[in-house]
């Protein structure tokens, strides 16, 4: 990578991702982007190439040799990891007595152990730099049949917040972007019409008040953030 500030993005071939890989590449970052779809990768890193210097890498987080990778791609200067990607699990959502135990270990593997591994890995090429796990509100309250991704996302936030009480030289953020209209929302609700809920996009503008701002290390609703000092 050429200098200048780098970040990796997890997950940025569509939805959430990609609306902030957009958003950052109009503002100068060099990215670092994966996704599992190769072709959808590809056609993101193509448009996002017409504004800054990207490497796409196609894979799963949940491959250690992925993770690697991604952080070599990025040099020797990391200075904003965002852990975006993550699955649903079983769709429609089984509610736990009968989630099967070797699914939800999926999950987990992907959702809050593969986030954990990769910033074990970035961590030594950060200086001051900024972590965000993405959340959601799935883990914070108890709704029925959302006991596998929602205990994924309770487990991530609190190993977010605890990093961030470990490391007060960075700053370390757990965000809920909100109800999306996304094909993960959709995957969720199988059959219903999810039109009415906001873009991706509505959720980028909190996020970058955590990036380009000051706030302490914490959990943060991207949308409460909108219009807020940094």
């Known amino acids: 990578m050429i200098p200048g500030k780098v970040a990796i993005l997890t997950g940025a ?57 991604l952080a070599a791609a990025a040099g020797g200067r990391i200075d904003l990891l965002i852990n975006n990607a993550s699955v649903l699990g079983p769709s429609p959502q089984p509610e736990l007595a ?3 135990v070797a699914e939800l270990a999926s999950v987990f593997r992907v959702n809050v152990l593969a986030p954990l591994a990769l910033i074990q890995l970035t961590l030594p090429k950060m200086t001051g730099g900024c972590v965000i ?10 709704y ?18 605890v990093l961030g009480a470990e490391r007060p030289d960075l700053r370390v953020y757990a965000v809920d972007p909100g109800d999306m209209r996304t094909r993960m929302h959709q995957d969720a609700f199988p059959g219903v019409d999810i039109s009415d809920r906001p ?31 940094p």
């Open 13 to 69: 071939s569509r939805g959430l991702g990609l609306a902030l890989a957009r958003e950052l590449a109009r503002k100068g970052w060099r990215l670092v982007i994966d996704a599992r779809g190769v072709d959808e990768l590809e056609r993101a890193a193509r448009e996002l190439s017409e504004l800054t210097v990207v490497r796409a890498l196609a894979g799963d987080v949940g491959d250690a040799g992925h993770r690697h990778a």
């Open 98 to 100: 009968s989630y099967p």
């Open 133 to 142: 796990n993405v959340t959601s509100d799935a883990a914070v309250e108890p």
């Open 144 to 161: 029925p049949g959302w006991g596998g991704y929602g205990s994924s996302k309770a487990a991530l936030e609190q190993l977010t917040l």
């Open 199 to 229: 873009p991706p996009e509505d959720s980028v503008p909190g996020l970058l008040t955590l990036i380009e701002g000051t706030l302490p290390s914490g959990r943060y609703r991207a949308r409460e953030l909108v219009g807020v000092a």
